[in-house]
Nanobody, 123 residues
Framework: QLQVKESGGGLVQPGGSLRLTCTISGSRMDDLAVGWFRQAPGKKREGVACINNSKGQEYYADSVKGRFTISRDVARSTLYLQIDNPISDDTGLYYC????????????????WGDGTQVTVSS
């Protein structure tokens, strides 16, 4: 069983930066597919960025390409999401997720979720 815990959310100004952190316990991170998802008020949860466990490939939502960067520290079992140049549409509850399942398209199939950390983009 995996335990997933996010931190690092908060208020950020447009054009600023913020880094989200996710600690995952219960498995070596390089055995897992991992990712970040978000849910804005009144909208469905969507994938933001993820790393699969077939070839360690990274995927990004089109809306965040060039502004968000996903990375991991396997030794620390920690996943990061660097948010640069945020815009108001980036506001939402950000979730970290993971799965043991062997998946290629890592925006689908996650089955262990954290409780989320709120990111608010506002001046």
């Amino acid at each position: 069983q995996l335990q997933v815990k996010e931190s690092g959310g908060g208020l950020v100004q447009p054009g600023g930066s913020l880094r989200l952190t996710c600690t995952i316990s219960g498995s070596r991170m390089d055995d897992l597919a991992v990712g970040w998802f978000r849910q804005a008020p009144g909208k469905k949860r969507e994938g933001v960025a993820c790393i699969n466990n077939s070839k360690g490939q990274e995927y990004y939502a089109d809306s965040v390409k060039g502004r968000f960067t996903i990375s991991r520290d396997v030794a620390r079992s920690t996943l990061y999401l660097q948010i640069d140049n945020p815009i108001s549409d980036d506001t939402g509850l950000y979730y970290c997720a993971a799965t043991f399942k062997y998946i290629s398209w890592c925006f689908l199939g996650m089955d262990h979720w954290g409780d989320g950390t709120q990111v608010t983009v506002s001046s």
